[in-house]
C-alpha cells in the first residue's frame, strides 16, 4: 500500500510546525546551579506547552527546574540511544504500557509510589507491575469508545446498538450513493491505529475481559473465534456500499485528521469514530456554530456498551531519586489543574471531580471513565515487540490489508482468514507480551 506522510496517533494534536526530531525546550525556573530534572516526552505544539505550565507548578512548589525534551513518536528508539549513551532522562512520559514492561525488565525504572488520593481506573494499574512491583503512574488518559457528529446531520437519535448502528449506515449509504446526502462513515485508515481502535472495541464487546487480557498477553489463539468474531462485524460494517466518502481505497489514503475534517468541515460524512483528544481537530476545523456532539461506540446492547481507554504512563529510571519524586508529584489532584482547566486533558485519576472538568462534554467522558466496570485498555498499546504496529508493520498494517479486503468485494470469510492467518503469525514471531 503506497501512501504518502504518514501520521501516527500523535501527530494529529501537533501543529504543522512540530519538529519530528528530538528537540529540548528548555528549562522551567532554574534556580541556584541546581541541576534540572530530565523529562522525555512524546509531546509538543500545545500538549508540550500546557505540560509546561505544569511543570512549573512543580518548581515553585519544590524549587527544583526541570527541562523537557520532545522525543517525537518513535520515544522508544529515542530512550533506547540515550541510555547507551549513558544520558537517559529522570523521567520519560510513554504512550505504551508494554514499554514498561520491556524496560522494567532489562532494569531501566525504578519503583514509583503514587499520592495516597491517586486512583487509576480497574484493572490498569496492573499493566504497570509487571512483576508485582509498580514501575509507573498513569498522568494521561484517552476516552476511545466515541463517535463524533453534528446532531444536525444525523436527523435522529444516535444508534444505542450495534445492530442500529449498521442498519443506519446501510440508509445512510444508500442515499450517499443516490447523491442525497453524505456518506455514513469517515475513516482515517491510513493511520492504521484507528483501525485497530475499531477492531478493538468490538472486541471489548464480543469477548470477556479475561480473553481480551490473555491475547495483550500472548496466552490466547489470535485465530480464535473472538478475534473472528470481531472482524466479521468489522466486515459486516465496513462493506456497506457508499461507507465511505470517494470509497475504501480513498479511506486507504485518508489520515485521522482529514476523516474529522470530513465530518466537521467538508460535511461529506455523518459519522467519525474518534478519542476525546479528537475534539481539538473538530474545533479547530469545524464549520458554522454548531457544536459536535459524541455517542458512544454501540455494542451488543444498549446499556452494556464498550469502553476502550488509552493513556500515557510516567516513570523514573534508575537511580534518580528526583525522577521518582516528580513522578509521584505527577498523582496529586492539584498537579495538573493548569491543563485539565485549559481543556484537552482527561485525568487517569478516578478520584478527581468531574466538577474540575471546564466543560460538560469533558465532565460527562470523566464520570464514564470513573463509573466503567470494565474498562479495557488499547489492545496494541499492549503487544510485545513489532506486533504492537506502527505504520506499515505489525497489526497496523494487518488491520489495513483487511480493510482493503472488505472494501474492494473479497468475501468477509476470506478476509478474515487472511486476517487471523496473520495475527496468529505476528503473535508467534513476538512470543508472549508479558
Same mark, same amino acid.
Given at each position: 500500500m503506497n501512501r504518502a506522510g504518514p501520521v501516527r496517533r500523535r501527530t494529529l494534536l501537533r501543529a504543522a510546525t512540530a519538529?519530528?526530531?528530538?528537540?529540548?525546550v528548555g528549562l522551567t525556573g532554574c534556580r541556584g546551579g541546581a541541576r534540572p530534572v530530565r523529562v522525555a516526552v512524546v509531546w509538543s505544539a500545545d500538549e508540550l506547552a500546557r505540560f509546561q505550565s505544569v511543570l512549573a507548578d512543580y518548581t515553585t512548589a519544590t524549587g527544583l527546574p526541570t527541562q523537557v525534551t520532545s522525543a517525537g513518536d518513535d520515544i522508544d528508539a529515542f530512550l533506547n540511544a540515550r541510555y547507551l549513551a549513558g544520558t537517559s532522562p529522570d523521567v520519560a512520559i510513554l504512550p505504551r504500557p508494554g514499554l514498561v514492561t520491556e524496560y522494567a525488565r532489562r532494569g531501566w525504572l525504578a519503583e514509583v509510589t503514587p499520592d495516597v488520593g491517586y486512583r487509576a481506573p480497574r484493572g490498569?494499574?496492573?499493566?504497570?507491575?509487571?512483576?508485582?512491583r509498580r514501575y509507573?503512574?498513569?498522568v494521561k488518559a484517552a476516552h476511545k469508545s466515541l463517535f463524533w457528529h453534528y446532531p444536525s446531520v444525523l436527523a435522529s437519535e444516535p444508534p444505542t446498538t450495534w445492530d442500529a448502528l449498521v442498519a443506519r449506515s446501510r440508509q445512510l449509504g444508500t442515499l450517499a450513493r443516490s447523491g442525497a446526502g453524505p456518506a455514513p462513515l469517515a475513516v482515517g485508515a491510513a493511520d492504521g491505529w484507528v483501525l485497530t481502535d475499531w477492531f478493538e472495541n468490538v472486541l471489548a464487546d464480543v469477548t470477556a475481559p479475561r480473553e481480551y487480557d490473555a491475547l495483550a498477553r500472548g496466552e490466547a489463539d489470535w485465530?480464535?473465534?473472538?478475534?473472528?468474531d470481531a472482524l466479521d462485524r468489522l466486515? @459486516? &460494517?465496513?462493506? &456497506?456500499?457508499?461507507? #465511505?466518502?470517494?470509497?475504501? !481505497?480513498?479511506?486507504?489514503?485518508t489520515q485521522f485528521q482529514e476523516s474529522v475534517i470530513e465530518v466537521v468541515?467538508? !460535511?461529506? *460524512?455523518?459519522?467519525?469514530?474518534?478519542?476525546? +483528544?479528537?475534539?481539538?481537530?473538530?474545533?479547530?476545523?469545524? !464549520?458554522?456554530? @454548531?457544536?459536535? *456532539?459524541? +455517542?458512544?461506540?454501540?455494542?451488543?446492547?444498549?446499556?452494556?456498551a464498550p469502553l476502550l481507554?488509552?493513556? =500515557?504512563?510516567?516513570?523514573? +529510571?534508575?537511580?534518580?531519586?528526583?525522577?521518582?519524586?516528580?513522578?509521584?508529584?505527577?498523582? !496529586?489532584?492539584?498537579?495538573?489543574?493548569?491543563?485539565r482547566s485549559a481543556g484537552g486533558y482527561l485525568s487517569p485519576d478516578v478520584n478527581v471531580p468531574t466538577q474540575d472538568y471546564p466543560d460538560q462534554k469533558t465532565q460527562l467522558l470523566a464520570e464514564q471513565l470513573r463509573t466503567a466496570?470494565?474498562?479495557? #485498555?488499547?489492545?496494541?498499546?499492549?503487544?510485545?515487540?513489532? #506486533?504492537?504496529?506502527? =505504520?506499515?508493520?505489525?497489526?497496523?498494517? &494487518?488491520?489495513?490489508?483487511? +480493510?482493503?479486503?472488505v472494501t474492494t468485494g473479497i468475501r468477509a470469510d476470506e478476509a478474515i482468514r487472511r486476517a487471523t492467518g496473520q495475527l496468529a503469525v505476528a503473535a508467534r514471531a513476538t512470543g508472549p507480551a508479558r
Open positions: 519538529a519530528s526530531v528530538p528537540t529540548a490498569l494499574t496492573d499493566l504497570l507491575s509487571p512483576d508485582g509507573g503512574v498513569w485465530a480464535g473465534k473472538p478475534v473472528r466486515a @459486516e &460494517i465496513w462493506s &456497506i456500499p457508499g461507507a #465511505f466518502p470517494g470509497g475504501g !481505497r480513498r479511506a486507504l489514503l468541515h467538508r !460535511r461529506r *460524512a455523518v459519522l467519525v469514530y474518534g478519542a476525546d +483528544f479528537a475534539g481539538g481537530v473538530a474545533q479547530r476545523f469545524r !464549520r458554522g456554530t @454548531e457544536e459536535p *456532539a459524541t +455517542f458512544r461506540f454501540p455494542g451488543a446492547w444498549a446499556l452494556a481507554v488509552g493513556g =500515557d504512563v510516567a516513570v523514573a +529510571f534508575t537511580g534518580s531519586g528526583p525522577g521518582a519524586d516528580l513522578v509521584r508529584w505527577f498523582t !496529586r489532584r492539584s498537579s495538573f489543574q493548569r491543563w466496570t470494565s474498562p479495557r #485498555f488499547d489492545l496494541s498499546d499492549q503487544l510485545p515487540g513489532p #506486533f504492537t504496529g506502527s =505504520d506499515s508493520v505489525g497489526i497496523w498494517r &494487518i488491520m489495513q490489508d483487511f +480493510f482493503a479486503d
